[in-house]
């Protein structure tokens, strides 16, 4: 049974719901699988095997008394470091934090306890969850399993590099501008960010969030297949009282046209010729299946969508979240907020009104475009995974990855759904590197992403698991 962390969150949930295998084994193997390979890659920075074995004996005996303990019967999987686990610090990459013990479960945990997941550690993340590279003071940096030189993504680096190298078979991240789509990216995984509202988050151990991040950040799944993201969303998305936001959308929504949209230079973006290769082919991969795919030289604004999340993300309490940067002294988060201070330092009520205002003129245009187009192809970003650490690397270079990530700060900005799809690998300036696809639908419509996410995987290689060097 030692190869148990091999198979993947769908098999697995099967496999011991049918008793033909126990939940402590899976736990066991997974444990195994982290205690090998996690030394190398810093993915996971807190885990207690004691709980996690304690946590699948339970499972176990809810089996044996011919209970159903859920869809994830057993599954491992990890949860990011930026939410609540009761017992545990919500540090949030930040040592202003590390003390931060919760009492009570974020929304997310509760609702994969309730599915029967064994928690099986925490995933690292930049400071503040504030970089699309992973690394802080307190816990240090998670490398990427396919190539350490290239970064593992961020916030959820470690969610990914910890899924994509066997570390759990099904991983939680959040999403505000990039955080789960891009970390999917970078490490050769698939990962979902859920339409605002449909998966229910709340930390009690932390203050309230101020409304640009209330409208923009999401958790989402994770996983090494289509299957296993769709099984993390139904999950995840269960209610939870809480969360004022949470909407009692269903997960599968009406019948629509086999129609897609192709844009591989949404606003002029310069996108390596890699990219727009992989996005050729996932559209080729979509007509086979019977889609129509269009392609289009231009959809709704984008990079005005993503200069005013910026704005609405970044502007609500920049100063507040400048000073704590500076307390906590970490350059990736100082960098990346210094950044940005044209966009957000000169925040007051009448502008950061005109940006909400305009958020539902653009979220209005992207509907009406998304009806039309119920799919629609985009980079995930204009390069291929950038190199590590690339952001510290001056002005030109910071300028570099904001520029590449447009399409990951502009869609969260509507509240949309978008699907990171692993399409194999492509060559770098620094070797192999994993490249993939965007798919974006209208909000609440996961279930799009995700079929045609499912199509565009069946007709690939499936997604190898990493053995990091």
């Known amino acids: 049974m030692s190869d148990l962390w091999r198979l993947s969150a769908v098999e697995l949930a099967s496999r011991i719901r049918q008793r033909e295998v126990t939940a402590v084994q899976a736990a066991q193997s997974a444990l195994d699988r982290l205690d090998a390979v996690n030394p190398a890659l810093n993915a996971v920075i ?68 309730r599915a029967g997941a064994v928690i099986l550690g925490r995933t690292n993340t930049p400071a503040f969850s504030l970089r699309w590279f992973t ?20 916030s959820s680096g470690g969610a990914a590099s910890a899924v994509a190298a066997g570390i759990g078979h099904l991983a939680h991240g959040t999403d505000i501008a990039g955080s789960i789509r891009y970390p999917a990216y970078a490490c050769g995984v698939h990962g979902l960010r859920p339409s605002l509202g449909r998966v229910p988050a709340y930390n009690a151990a932390l203050p309230e969030r101020s409304i640009g991040g209330q409208l923009t950040a999401v958790s989402g799944p994770l996983g090494r297949t289509i299957a296993d993201v769709r099984l993390g969303l139904a999950v995840m998305a269960a209610r939870d009282p809480r969360d004022p936001w949470w909407v009692p959308a269903p997960l599968v929504g009406p019948d629509v046209p086999r129609r897609a949209a192709l844009c591989v230079n949404p606003d ?86 005109a940006v909400l205002t305009r958020r539902a003129t653009l979220t209005r245009m992207w509907e009406v475009f998304l009806a039309d187009y119920p799919i629609l192809l985009l980079p995930v970003s204009a390069e291929l995974p950038f190199p590590d650490k690339l952001d510290l690397q001056g002005d030109a270079a910071y300028a570099r990855v904001w520029r590449a990530q447009m399409t990951q700060i502009g869609v969260p900005f509507m509240g949309l759904p978008g699907l990171s799809v692993a399409m194999g690998h492509a060559m770098s300036s620094v070797g192999q590197s994993p490249v993939g696809v965007q798919i974006v639908a209208g909000r609440y419509r996961e279930d799009l992403c995700l079929a045609a996410g499912e199509i565009i995987e069946a007709a690939g290689d499936a997604i190898a698991i990493a053995e990091p060097d």
Request: charged share 25%; aromatic share 2%; net charge negative.
């Open 46 to 113: 807190d885990h207690r095997p004691e709980d996690v074995l304690a946590r699948a004996r339970d499972v176990d005996a809810q089996l044996a008394r011919g209970e159903n303990p859920g869809l994830l019967a057993g599954v491992p999987v990890t949860v990011k470091v930026n939410v609540d686990q009761a017992g545990y610090a919500t540090t949030n990459g930040v040592s202003l934090q590390k003390d931060l013990i919760a009492t009570d479960n974020n929304p997310v945990v509760d609702n994969l306890l």
């Open 135 to 154: 690394g802080n003071r307190l816990h240090g940096d998670t490398r990427n399993p396919r190539n350490a030189a290239l970064t593992p993504g961020g």
């Open 268 to 353: 002029g973006m310069d996108t390596q010729p890699a990219v727009v290769k992989a996005l050729q082919e996932a559209a080729r991969r979509l007509s086979d299946a019977g889609w129509t795919v269009d392609t289009l030289d231009a959809v709704p604004p984008m990079q005005e969508a993503a200069d005013l999340q910026i704005r609405m993300w970044m502007a609500d309490g920049y100063e507040a979240m400048v000073a704590a940067a500076e307390k906590e002294g970490d350059p990736g988060a100082l960098v990346a907020l210094r950044g940005q201070r044209d966009k957000a330092a000169d925040a007051n009520l009448s502008n950061f009104s």
